[in-house]
Structure formats: structure tokens, C-alpha cells
């Protein structure tokens, strides 16, 4: 199937599930994606857009800088971790504020933050880059995964990426901290993607930025996270592991 192909039934899916009588081909077009075309094809599609995509937006350098300051003390509240992204409306990445589209961003914050441990860690910054070379359709569909591991390495982070779900626990116990892709869910395409932050500590792992006291629960492997998250209905797309600097 063509990438023309694929975005068009991309834009039936998300038209038709305006629709308030939804019939049984509506439902299976909500889950044909997800189980019918491989993450690798998926991935070189979203990447043909993000390397043909316009850049219609303003720049959002300065104002997100200045409404950064305002998320400060809830950062520190959460131990140094971005957890609450639907409270960054006052944020802009390309034509959509962060609680609509900035998984992706924040995902890669609080894995730098936790290879790090640093405090002051840019994140307009990392904005910036990413709408500069990552951003899908100005925003509307969010980041390229892949653009964020071009990041992380252009940053001089070590990385070990895959699309097949076998590697994951593998990169999950050779890794600090992660950075996975999954759609929401494996039968309903509406509920789009979600980039999360999968950090490491003491064998445990802890999932951050994926609803009210994510990060308190304590899982055994990313196998262990797939299986228990959106009630076992997530699909995974993509696991980028940062080594420990």
C-alpha cells in the first residue's frame, strides 16, 4: 500500500469517527492500522512526511521560554519530571499547544533529565529543535520517533532503537531510560499515539507522563508496560533506549 494510500485512510478514520452512528466497517477501519500495516512501513511513512513538511508556524522560541518559568515548581514537585502535559496549553509546538502534541517533547525531556540529573535542562530548546527537523504536519500529528532518536544522538546520547516488539526488553535491560511509541489503542486508531518516558531504577521500571500517578507504579520489564498500560490495549510502534553517560 502506497504512503498516499495509507495517509488518505488516515484521514477517513479520523473523519468518520465524527460520525455518531458508527457502523462495523467504521470499526474495523479503527483498528485496520494497527493491525495491518508493520511499524517499519508506518515509520517510513510518518519519516517521507516529516522530511517533505512546511514549516507554516510561527516562531514559538520566546513565548514558550517565557511560560516555561510557570511549570517550574511542578517540575521539582514531581522529582525533576514533566508529568502532567495536558496543564501546557500556555506552550506552542508549531500550530498546536503541548497538551495536544507534546508527548514526544516531554518524553525526551524527562529522559534527559533522568540520565542527567540535571535541573536546568532547556525544554524550549528542545522544542525549537524539533520543530525545526521532527515535527508531523505542523503539529497536528505530533513528532517523528525517529527525529527525536536523531536528537538524543545529535546531543551526544547513546541510543539503541527498534521498531520490533522481541528487542524491547532487551533494550529496556541494556539501557537507563527509554522513550516508547505505542497508539493508545490496538482497536480504536481515534485515540491517536502517545510517546512516554520509561525510566530505570533498581531493576524497577517506572512509566512517566501516561495519566494520575503513573510514574508511582513500579512495572518488571517494557514487556511488563505494554501488557498492563491503557488496560493491556496499547499497540507498540517504537522504543528508543538512551544509554547511562
Same mark, same amino acid.
Given at each position: 500500500? &502506497?504512503?498516499?494510500? #495509507? ?10 469517527? +465524527? ?13 485496520? #492500522? ?5 511499524? %517499519?512501513?508506518?515509520? !517510513? ?13 510561527? %516562531? ?5 521560554k517565557? /511560560? ?21 496549553? %500556555?506552550?506552542?509546538?508549531? #500550530? !498546536? ?12 525531556y524527562? @529522559?534527559?533529565?533522568?540520565?542527567t540529573? !540535571? ?8 522544542? !525549537? ?13 505530533g513528532?517523528?520517533?525517529?527525529a527525536?532518536?536523531?536528537?538524543? +544522538? ?18 529496556? /535491560?541494556?539501557?537507563? /531510560?527509554?522513550i ?5 489503542? @490496538? ?27 503513573? &510514574?508511582?507504579? /513500579?512495572?518488571?520489564?517494557? &514487556?511488563? @508496560?505494554?501488557?498492563? #498500560?491503557?488496560?493491556?490495549k ?12
Open positions: 500500500m &502506497s504512503p498516499i494510500k #495509507i495517509l488518505f485512510l488516515f484521514y477517513i478514520i479520523i473523519f468518520s469517527s +465524527k460520525c455518531s452512528d458508527e457502523s462495523n466497517l467504521l470499526e474495523i477501519l479503527k483498528g485496520f #492500522i494497527q493491525n495491518n500495516i508493520s511499524n %517499519d512501513f508506518l515509520i !517510513k511513512v510518518i519519516e517521507i512526511i516529516r522530511h517533505r513538511n512546511k514549516h507554516n508556524f510561527p %516562531d514559538n522560541f520566546e513565548k514558550n517565557e /511560560a516555561f518559568k510557570s511549570h517550574t515548581n511542578t517540575i521539582r514537585h514531581n522529582k525533576g519530571y514533566i508529568e502532567d502535559q495536558n496543564s501546557y496549553t %500556555d506552550m506552542q509546538y508549531g #500550530i !498546536k499547544p503541548l497538551s495536544h502534541n507534546g508527548c514526544g517533547l516531554i518524553a525526551t524527562n @529522559v534527559i533529565y533522568h540520565i540529573n !540535571k535541573q536546568d535542562i532547556d525544554f524550549p530548546s528542545i522544542i !525549537k529543535a524539533l520543530e525545526n527537523d521532527g515535527i508531523i504536519l505542523s503539529g497536528v500529528f513528532s517523528s520517533m525517529v527525536i532518536d536523531d536528537y538524543l +544522538k545529535g546531543q551526544g546520547y547513546r541510543t539503541w532503537s527498534s521498531s520490533k516488539k522481541a528487542d524491547f526488553d532487551k533494550i529496556g /535491560a541494556a539501557t537507563e /531510560a527509554s516508547l511509541t505505542v497508539f493508545n489503542s @490496538v482497536d480504536d486508531i481515534t485515540r491517536g499515539m502517545h510517546f512516554m518516558a520509561i525510566t530505570k531504577t533498581s531493576g524497577k521500571f517506572y512509566v512517566h507522563n501516561n495519566g494520575i500517578n503513573s &510514574s508511582k507504579i /513500579a512495572y518488571n520489564s517494557i &514487556s511488563d @508496560v505494554l501488557n498492563r #498500560i491503557n488496560g493491556g496499547a499497540k507498540e510502534v517504537y522504543l528508543t533506549g538512551v544509554y547511562k553517560q
